[in-house]
């Protein structure tokens, strides 16, 4: 018991040894460098009160005057300089501001021209399956009420066929018919309208245009007018319109009516006259009443045709004759 105690101290007075042959040197270095470092601080001060108490020759003087207007110099060149870029830079992030608004305004105008068509096409898109739909339903009506009128029309033939003919047999057939004949109008009319729809529906969505306008105002030079003499107009020199006065249309009826009326009138003349058609006889001229005149000169008669004997022979009666002949 009295061995544990005495290992045990010896084992703290070792670690303690340890330490302090650890710690010595370091608190040593310490120290000295502290020391050291007051030392340096110390003597810049002193030389720094020497050289501020002590007067500067004039080389010297003007020398740290030349360097201290160079480094101001310098100084305000580089301000000028960071100026300048920073101008620059304003006015490139000015330009770069001005075509994002562009941008951005030419992208909302896409957008809404892109969301006005797609609207407009989902609204046509949207009424056209609408219509089809209802289209389709009325094509399955219609084919539905076809098919029921095929049937109880051959159902009714058949029980014609084998039981007899009823009056009331003919009544279901026209029925049936009826059935039939109006199926086969809608499903025409259901064609037409589905051919519609797909035009309609083809047809090329009129996009909306929009522009960017400007919006300061524009100062339009001012222009002087002169009144211009105008002409006295016509309708105010005279008291009324003059008239023109108004014929009575005949109806095109009665214009056939009358062109018919007179092509009869003139085929009826055409077939009266004769086949051949007589010419004028020519009347006998009576003996002139001798008339006590001078002789008459020998060049009085020239081309003077004188009297015909006898009168010309009736063309009909020789005609006539030569027929019975």
């Known amino acids: 018991m009295d061995f544990t105690g005495g290992g045990t101290a010896i084992m703290l007075a070792l670690a303690a040894g340890l330490w302090f042959l650890y710690l010595l040197p370091t608190w040593v270095r310490r120290r000295e460098y502290l020391a050291t470092e007051r030392n340096a601080t110390r003597l810049q001060r002193a030389i720094r009160v020497m050289a501020e108490s002590a007067e500067l020759p004039q080389e010297v003087r003007v020398e740290v005057a030349a360097r201290d207007a160079v480094q101001h110099e310098k100084l305000v060149r580089q301000e000028q300089r960071r100026a300048d870029a920073v ?30 068509a797609a609207l407009a096409a989902h609204r046509v898109s949207a009424r056209a399956v609408l219509v089809q739909q209802r289209l389709r339903r009325a094509r399955r009506i219609a084919g539905l009420l ?11 033939l058949w029980l014609m066929a084998t039981t007899g003919v009823v009056p009331g047999s003919w009544l ?65 020199e005279r008291n009324e319109a003059p008239r023109v006065p108004v014929v009575p249309a005949q109806r095109a009826e009665e214009l056939l009516r009358a062109a018919a009326a007179e092509a009869e009138r003139a085929l009826l003349a055409a077939h009266a006259e004769p086949e051949v ?5 020519r009347p006998a001229v009576a003996p002139a009443a001798p008339v006590t005149t001078p002789a008459p000169s020998r060049f009085a008669s020239m081309g003077i045709v004188g009297e015909v004997e006898g009168a010309m022979p009736d063309l009909d009666e020789v005609l006539r004759r030569r027929r019975s002949g």
């Open 172 to 236: 279901v057939l026209a029925g049936a018919a009826a059935a039939g004949v109006v199926s086969v109008r809608i499903q025409r009319g259901i064609v037409a309208r589905t051919r519609a729809v797909a035009a309609l529906a083809a047809a090329p969505v009129a996009r909306a245009s929009s522009r960017l306008i400007d919006a300061e105002p524009v100062t339009a030079p001012a222009r002087g007018w002169t009144p211009v003499a105008v002409p006295k107009p016509l309708y105010l």
């Open 277 to 281: 058609v007589p010419f004028p006889t």
């Open 87 to 116: 101008a620059r830079a304003e006015l490139r992030a000015a330009a770069m501001r001005a075509r994002a608004a562009e941008a951005e305004a030419a992208a909302v105008e896409r957008a809404a021209r892109t969301a006005s």
């Open 146 to 156: 076809l098919l029921a009128a095929l049937v109880v029309a051959a159902v009714q």
